[in-house]
């Protein structure tokens, strides 16, 4: 049992109706995970809904973050986020490892996080290859 689900029997919280149309595959899909999870269909349903909406809520909040950064702060959090270190990154761009400890610490002041692995976890969706390839011309 997931633990919203065991929090929502405790107090005995009752999902408002909602009614969607889906496509049968998902239909069949979504039968089949409530079936192994042993819980209603529109009880699963409920509880992906509100997974996908905090998830597009966070996926909102990243994007509007990004935005902020100036154009070298994005540069550098692509490159945090393919996995260099600070010196590979200060050698790509050449600039000194100083000018690339200042952006770091700027980018994860904007995004409200305490490092760079937080800043890889928080963008673990997003696809940084092409500044994997610009920053190796």
């Known amino acids: 049992m997931m ?8 107090f005995n919280y009752q999902q408002p109706e909602v009614v969607f149309h889906f496509e049968t595959e998902i239909v069949e899909a979504l039968r089949e ?7 209603s269909e529109s009880e699963l349903a409920a509880d992906l809904l ?16 990004w935005r902020v950064l100036s154009p070298r702060e994005q540069e ?3 490159l945090v986020c393919l996995g260099d270190t600070n010196r590979q990154i200060a050698a790509r761009l050449r600039l ?8 770091v610490r700027n980018i994860l002041r904007k995004f409200n996080l305490a490092s760079k ?3 890889r976890r928080a963008f673990s969706e997003w696809d940084f290859s092409p500044w ?6």
């Open 76 to 78: 550098v959090a692509a």
């Open 33 to 39: 995970m409530a079936a192994r999870q042993q819980c």
């Open 3 to 10: 633990p919203w689900q065991w929090l929502r029997r405790v």
């Open 132 to 137: 994997d390839e610009v920053s190796r011309l």
């Open 117 to 119: 692995d937080e800043l």
């Open 96 to 103: 000194s490892l100083e000018t690339i400890k200042t952006h």
């Open 50 to 65: 509100t997974f996908a909406i905090a998830q597009r809520k966070i996926a909102d909040e990243n994007l509007a973050c």
